[in-house]
């Protein structure tokens, strides 16, 4: 998912640091949802080591929960894209705002470098080794996975469909991972419309998306982003009422993390099961995790510097390329180590995965996501220029007209 850095607004009274400072640590907080995702498709594809109990009934599991990771990854995207119509009161200033080029930056944020994924993965498809044995060995679902030779009609698919990013049935699906990259541009594009509507109420876009997701078809995810959407209008008085009260900070962690995560664990909760409310608790469980990280200095000051921060700013290129290390080289790599025990092979192949995919991730975001951010700004600005041309020559239109002949 994109990393979005954005600048807190400066409240006429100086009542938290949070609201004074740039706001680099939700980058970190998607850079470490972002290694989640990676080890969660790593559980995917090598499955659990011993005592699987402990990965699945405790809190570690949170560090391979893909879908809590998702659902983060959402809300953070809902919150950091409203927030700038939110700088300085909770309603919503789209004064300047033009649809046109805010789309166009979009699709250049979240497509072109999909894109560039795409073609390498075409190109190193021949590589894959996810049919070699390892131990433990690969599950059936990651051995189905470049199974099939891509061809031109697949990549169009794949890349330009009407269905944009959304394979058929994923096994086929050169990035796998990509379905959520379409959800988001798709929440992204109406994002305009939400934001209007959460400044008139923030409790009937909540509800409106609810029943949307639950009773029509619209995708579930939908909640998520207005449940960040809600958090950016709120965000300056939550934090700065929650920074003062450490001991409520740690009881909201918990709340936190017991809520993003339990839809996903071994054992049940009713009746949020039954009610498949679970989804919908991981986009609040998200949320209470995220005003958590911001009303806390010590977590900010952690999350804004070293390496924790450089893995937030290449997050998305992580996110992207993984799965190129994991059915390219990660088997290899486990494959060479014939002599050690599923443990240590287990452990291993995650740390290279992990590892490998960073040191990738790097030079593309040098190379891929800069160039693409910087495209879309120049782009946004130019459809931008041309609205406001166009909007100027009307208006000399009219002067002209009504001058008396």
């Known amino acids: 998912m994109t990393a979005t850095r954005v600048d ?9 640091t949070a609201t004074s400072q740039r706001l680099d ?62 700088r300085t009161t909770s309603s919503p200033n789209l004064e300047g705002f033009h649809f046109a080029g805010y789309a166009v930056s979009r699709i250049c944020r979240i497509w072109l470098p999909y894109l560039v994924i795409l073609g390498l993965s075409v190109l190193v498809f021949g590589l ?29 698919r794949q890349g330009f469909d009407a269905r944009f990013l959304l394979p058929s049935d994923g096994t086929d699906a050169l990035v796998p991972q990509s379905w959520s990259l379409r ?16 400044g008139r109420s923030t ?28 958090l950016a209008k709120h ?14 900070r740690l009881l909201l962690t918990f709340c936190g993390w017991f809520l993003a995560s339990f839809d996903s664990m071994a054992w049940h909760v009713e009746p949020f099961q039954s009610l498949n409310l679970g989804p919908d608790l991981q986009a609040l469980g998200a949320a209470l995790l995220i005003v958590v990280a911001a009303s806390s200095p010590g977590v900010r000051s952690w999350l804004s510097r070293g ?21 390219c080289v990660t088997p290899r790599m486990m494959s060479a180590m014939p002599g050690a025990s599923p443990l240590l092979t287990w452990c291993a192949g995650l740390a290279f995965t992990a590892v490998a ?43 002209v007209a009504t001058l008396p002949s």
């Open 8 to 16: 807190h607004p400066r409240p006429a009274v100086q009542r938290a």
């Open 25 to 86: 640590y939700l980058d970190s907080l998607r850079g470490i949802a972002a290694l989640c995702v990676v080890t969660c498709h790593f559980v995917a594809a090598y499955g659990l080591p011993g005592h699987p109990w402990l990965w699945t009934r405790t809190p570690l599991h949170i560090v391979w929960d893909g879908p809590a990771a998702v659902s983060f990854f959402f809300v953070l995207s809902g919150m950091v894209l409203s927030f700038r119509h939110f």
């Open 128 to 156: 894959s080794a996810n049919g070699l044995k390892t131990d433990p060995p690969g599950t059936p679902l990651f051995h189905a996975f470049w199974r099939t030779d891509p061809t031109l009609r697949s990549l169009l």
């Open 183 to 198: 959800v988001e541009l798709v929440m992204s594009l109406l994002l305009p419309l939400a934001v209007i509507a959460a």
């Open 203 to 230: 409790a009937w876009l909540l509800l409106c998306t609810f029943l949307a997701t639950h009773l029509g078809r619209v995708n579930g995810y939908c909640f998520h982003f207005a449940v960040g959407i809600v």
């Open 235 to 248: 965000f300056r008085d939550v934090v700065a009422w929650l920074e003062p009260r450490p001991a409520l």
């Open 307 to 327: 390496l924790i921060h450089h893995i937030g700013k290449i997050s998305f290129s992580l996110y992207l390329s993984h799965m190129i290390i994991l059915i």
């Open 357 to 399: 995919s960073l040191l990738i991730s790097d030079p593309l975001y040098r190379i891929v996501e800069l160039p693409t951010i910087a495209l879309g700004k120049r782009l946004s600005a130019f459809v931008g220029s041309q609205r406001l041309s166009t909007a100027l020559s009307a208006a000399e239109r009219q002067t």
